[in-house]
């Protein structure tokens, strides 16, 4: 990647640095180059960083459905809102939900999605099949959110549901699982882990880009299976791993649309163990229009993604392995 | 690398013993890792046990999309009584419904392709303009705003939302103001499609990646012929990057179909409304729990139609996801 530094670095003499690097926009190409970024520049300003702004200073106000009609001034309520987000007792259940949710989900697609690609990986060599494995693995990941909102809530129904139906052939009574309030977590979840195959995807191209070198030199000193699991693959595909990990965590905080289509709008029963934080700002902003404090709510949820992908960075330092040249 | 006149010199000692050695890594490369026959044939029993896991929640969908009212949960493998579903004429109130007839669903497909096309062809092209600029030109300030770009595609969408919705709100008090402008705004279909008219990070990244592995004498050999910078760009660069912006085009096809909530936000008229959004009506609609009507063989045949273009798609551009997903993780 070279750099703005790179072009502007000199070791002949001329002109300060600074000078250079102004002297850059005198030219033709830095022109076209803009010329080239502007849409997505404009987009930048007016569609991220101006609503953040505008966001920002939203959750100090009380706007609200009075003032998009222009009926009454726009005033500051100060930290209220940040306030409220402590006492709203729906605020800490949501979040405790979508905590609940995204720890059980984010392992389970990993592991699950980890245990398909090696098999894929493993007969890959041998057999054409492996490509009908894996289309076959990947076709959940093509449904719907909203189909699977659908078909959550009619193949985990605790009567007729064909969960239960298949768990009671092996002699588990299965759980009403769209009622019971400590098993519609997991039902989201299992439905997740269902459509795990893009990341088993990402995961089968780092096990493809893992030197078989290794496997070889293990192999000739004997090492045994899970020795090599544990030395190799694991070491070897953790950028991945780590990768799929921060993407699925961000995706597992937002999570909004199968649990709003199977439990929330119109016909929906409601529950509180379903109230994601991202339904419950939904419904704060465009149910109930407290655009102020769904405002609030969004930054909350903007602070807890920045720590948590920093606490995974941070961690991964430890454990994330890149190999130096090899790519 | 030699240089112009050296071709056929003798090939230096060094080179000549490493030869045979990459030959045989690739050999034994075939052979390994061992497996037998045994542990073959179980691997294939155990991934043939998970597909059904996996398939059986479609052939489900399928069947149940064609039983008739009050068979819908049977769970039979095959509908006893075949039942058409979606179209037909509807009978008084204790008979089946017809998916066609109790809401606008074709309408509400045809909405969500026209929408998904417009987004996925804006966002193709822009993007490649935008990535191909980050990859070949050298400006100031382009590490600066490539940061900010990676940077925006943590920010959760929900943080923009609401002030983007009032600005929808505020273009179209604007355009109904002044009727010689199109409506545009909130309850039209606009703000489903117009903001990728500026790209998308994601897609940069990922086209960027692709742009910077095309050799630039390609770039500097259209440029001695005579190309302005815009022409090099649609005649070398795009051509070149055909794979990357297929997979561009496929993957906001399916992220367009997959939203649910934009389309919530906006959209209020039913003839509007995307596939996702009217099956999410129709779930409403019908769904005993919620107080609905009970015509539940209506919500199945509505979530095949709403499953069914993605499998198309995914069977037309299989090689485009699949590359597509690994190059994401590539980036470590």
């Known amino acids: 990647m070279a750099s703005v530094a790179a072009t502007t670095k000199t070791t002949a003499p001329g002109p300060s640095r600074a000078r250079r690097w102004f002297r850059g926009f005198r030219e033709r190409e830095t022109w076209v180059a803009y010329l080239f970024i502007s849409p997505w520049l404009f987009g930048f300003i007016v569609l991220t960083f101006g609503p953040m702004l505008f966001s920002l200073y939203y959750s100090f106000t009380n706007y609200g459905l009075q003032q998009i009609a222009g009926l009454e001034p726009t005033k500051s309520v100060g930290f209220k809102n940040y306030h409220q987000l402590i006492t709203d007792p729906k605020v800490t259940a949501s979040l405790k939900n979508t905590f609940t949710y995204t720890v059980m989900m984010v392992p389970g697609r990993i592991i699950f999605a980890l245990f398909l690609a090696m098999m894929l990986h493993r007969i890959g060599r041998w057999a054409k099949t492996s490509g009908v494995f894996r289309t076959i693995f990947y076709l959940p990941h093509m449904t719907p959110p909203v189909a699977i909102g659908v078909m959550l809530i009619f193949l985990f129904n605790g009567r007729v549901g064909i969960v239960n139906k298949g768990l009671s052939f092996i002699g588990i009574q299965g759980p009403y699982w769209t009622t019971d309030p400590s098993w519609i977590k997991p039902s989201i979840a299992l439905m997740d882990i269902w459509s795990c195959g893009g990341t088993m995807v990402i995961l089968l191209a780092a096990l493809y880009a893992v030197p078989q070198q290794l496997y070889e030199a293990a192999a000739m000193d004997g090492a045994p299976g899970w020795r090599r699991f544990k030395d190799i693959t694991l070491p070897m595909i953790s950028p991945a791993l780590f990768f799929s990990f921060i993407i699925l965590t961000l995706y597992g905080l937002q999570q909004f649309a199968q649990a709003y289509t199977a439990y929330f709008g119109a016909g929906g029963t409601q529950p509180e163990a379903a109230l994601m934080f991202s339904v419950y700002l939904f419904r704060n902003a465009f149910e109930y229009f407290n655009l102020g404090f769904a405002s609030a709510m969004a930054w909350l949820l903007f602070a807890i993604s920045m720590v948590v992908t920093l606490i995974n960075i941070g961690v991964s330092r430890r454990f994330v392995f890149y190999q130096g040249s090899q790519r | 690398m030699t240089t112009v006149g050296q071709e056929n010199a003798p090939v230096p000692a060094a080179a000549a013993v490493r030869i045979p050695e990459t030959v045989q890594t690739q050999r034994r490369r075939l052979r390994l890792p061992p497996l037998s ?296």
């Open chain 2, 37 to 332: 026959w045994l542990t073959f044939a179980i691997f294939i029993l155990v991934m043939i046990a998970l597909s059904i896991l996996f398939l059986y929640p479609f052939e489900w969908l399928i069947a149940a999309s064609f039983k008739p009212r009050g068979e819908t949960f049977d769970n039979t493998f095959l509908p006893q009584h075949w039942a058409w579903n979606f179209t037909g004429k509807n009978l008084p109130s204790p008979y089946p419904q017809k998916l066609f007839n109790v809401a606008p669903v074709a309408r509400w497909m045809i909405n969500s392709l026209w929408i998904s096309f417009l987004a996925a062809t804006a966002t193709t092209f822009v993007s490649a303009s935008v990535a191909f600029a980050f990859a070949y030109f050298r400006f100031p300030l382009r590490n600066f705003f490539f940061g900010v770009l990676l940077a925006t595609m943590m920010l959760p969408g929900e943080v923009t939302m609401i002030p983007v919705y009032l600005l929808w709100n505020k273009i179209g008090h604007f355009t109904l103001d002044h009727p010689v402008l199109p409506h545009i705004g909130v309850n039209t279909q606009y703000p489903l499609w117009m903001p990728n008219i500026f790209g998308s990070a994601f897609y940069i990244f990922l086209q960027r990646q692709f742009f910077l592995g095309i050799p630039r004498d390609y770039f500097e050999a259209a440029r001695m012929d005579g190309d302005s910078y815009f022409s090099m760009f649609r005649r070398i660069a795009l051509p070149l990057a055909k794979p990357a912006l297929i997979v561009t085009f496929v993957f906001e096809l399916q992220a367009k179909w997959f939203d649910l909530i934009t389309p919530l936000i906006y959209l209020r008229d039913q003839a509007l409304f995307t596939a996702p959004l009217g099956m999410k009506i129709l779930l409403d609609r019908f769904n005993n729990v919620g107080g609905g009507e009970g015509d539940y063989q209506v919500i199945m045949a509505g979530t095949l139609l709403l499953v069914l273009p993605m499998v198309i798609l995914f069977a037309a551009f299989q090689k485009y996801f699949i590359r597509g997903i690994a190059t994401q993780g590539r980036k470590g």
